[in-house]
């Protein structure tokens, strides 16, 4: 899966024993132990919290001991075993949901909602998802289990867009796209559309098309906010060069290591430098 990716992404990881091995926190720094709970996740076996429960039930050895505590520290030549079977770095994998309206982006949900993960096969339950969409937004979702991917397509500095779809309530002015293209502040926080496109204006509401290289909580709801405008409808329709094509609500495809190096070329170039 993702065979060039994942090979040029293996030149960043800190090699354990017999293959085992997990991403640094900083592959610029000298020392690049993680706690036990971390390297699960990095190493594409489970979530943090999946680890965690994993590891205080006693199931994860380091270097042949039984490690119930989450936070304790590996370095490179641990070797990390669940239920005595040694553990190796997934292959890279990114997985494209349209997520529908109603589903929240989160494994467990107090108020017991559908979660994104109930639209998932067994397969990807240890994916995390690449950013976060709220419960009243729908449209295209990227899963991975790959730290350094999901890392670099949520780095503002990286520049990669995310295009949306939007219907707000009353008449959305030239005035008002401007303002949301020069930055508003907001509970000390600076959020701000790189593009803004007034498709429909009228008195009853208008449709938008808004483009973000960020991923601050609820941006857009808050910047339309902050012009007057309250957000009825909200979908995300690409993520870089990807769009949702002929994907239908819940449905999923998983990415090509072709159709992740076209949406993304800035990943592919990164990985180049490496």
Known sequence: ???????????????????TYFFSVNS???NPSLSLCRALSKLGFASRTQAQELIIRGEISVDGTVIRDPDMTVSPGSIICHKGKELFQADAAVVMLYKPKGVITSRKDEKDRPTVYSLLPPIYQSYHCVGRLDFATSGLLLLTNNTAISSWLTDPKNNVPRVYTVTVRGKMTEQDAEK????????????QASTVIVRKASGRESHLVLTLTQGKNREIRRLCKAVGHEVTRLKRVAFGGLTLGNLQPSGYCHLSDGELSEAFPGLSRSEARN
């Not at 994942?6 to 017999?18: E, G, I, Y």
């Not at 949301?180 to 959020?191: A, C, K, P, S, Y």
């Open 1 to 19: 899966m993702l065979g060039r990716i994942s090979r040029l992404l293996k030149k960043n990881v800190a090699p354990l024993r017999h293959k």
């Open 180 to 191: 949301m293209r020069n930055g508003i502040v907001d509970d000390d926080e600076t959020l």
């Open 28 to 30: 610029k720094n000298s």
